[in-house]
């Protein structure tokens, strides 16, 4: 077996706490402070926990399931930066970080078509 020299990127923890912050854990309906129920997004969308996108009728979720949930969708969204904006692997970590969140909330076909991958 080789060795690679691939460098693994991990999900910067300040791309998890921006996602956090921007979207919460949406407790939908109230009654149940214990688990998070799918409501529609602003862009009209079911979504679950900290903005999972999911099937209408998906089961409620605890806190700790979204935060899995949200690290999947983290990666994606790592993912899909890193592949449209490369140079981003090198930058400070805030950068990529705040790169990734946008991902995350728009998708990477908005990353894709953005003039944010213009900007130096």
Same mark, same amino acid.
């Given at each position: 077996?080789?060795?690679?020299? %691939?460098?693994?990127? #991990? +999900? @910067?923890?300040?791309?998890?706490?921006l996602a956090k912050r921007? %979207?919460?854990?949406? #407790? +939908? @309906?109230?009654?149940?402070?214990?688990?998070?129920?799918p409501y529609i997004c602003p862009a009209g969308y079911p979504t679950i926990g900290y903005g999972h996108l999911c099937d209408p009728k998906h089961?409620?979720?605890?806190?700790?399931?979204?935060?899995v949930y949200l690290a999947r969708d983290l990666q994606t969204a790592l993912t899909a930066t890193l592949r449209y904006c490369p140079v981003l692997a090198t930058e400070p970590e805030a950068r990529l970080a705040a790169i990734v969140d946008f991902t995350f909330n728009l998708g990477a076909g908005r990353l894709q078509t953005s003039t944010l991958r213009s900007r130096p």
């Open positions: 077996m080789g060795r690679s020299d %691939e460098r693994v990127i #991990r +999900v @910067p923890p300040q791309a998890i706490e921007f %979207e919460g854990f949406h #407790r +939908v @309906p109230k009654h149940d402070p214990n688990r998070a129920y089961p409620p979720i605890t806190e700790a399931e979204a935060e």
